[in-house]
């Protein structure tokens, strides 16, 4: 793939006319920005608001994991009564599957601020068209259109999954 990297004053660099927002980059942005469809899609604005939006979505989760883990450890294992051990090993074991979770959420968000670097974030893998802010607002994670997302989930109840 022949590409034509750009690298503006900014320090951001436009690759074949998308932009990248290297993470050495900071952007400051105005108090309350919101990211607008009256703008550039995905301009330098646009990903350092989902930058943003994405570091603090995986620094709340790996305290919140964190937090998890320590309570698994402070919680004392001598337990009186049957009744009450099986309580607290329902507890752990849903204490576990949420810290799973936020291990695989955080490994979406990883990959979305990669994507950010190489100018590949806010386009559908599928179809490289716009998945679109309001989306991506919602859910800073999407990779796909709301197309090509209703696709998927219509092939996987097509093949029983």
Known sequence: MNSSATT????????DGRY???????????????????????????????????????EQLVEESRQTMENLRDEVRDVGDEAERATRE?????????????RKLISKIDKALRR????RYGYCE????????????????????LDAQERREHLQKQMGD
């Open 8 to 15: 503006l004053d900014n320090g951001v660099t436009r690759e």
């Open 20 to 58: 990248a927002l290297p993470t050495t980059v900071n952007i400051d942005l105005p108090k309350g920005y919101r990211p607008s469809n009256d703008e550039e899609y995905m301009n330098p604005r646009h990903l350092a608001y989902f930058r943003n939006k994405l570091r603090e979505w995986r």
């Open 90 to 102: 329902t507890e752990n074991s849903l204490e576990l599957r949420t810290r799973d979770r936020y």
């Open 116 to 119: 950010i670097e190489e100018g």
């Open 126 to 145: 599928e179809t490289d068209e716009e998945i679109g802010l309001e989306r991506l607002d919602a859910r800073p994670i999407a990779t796909l259109s």
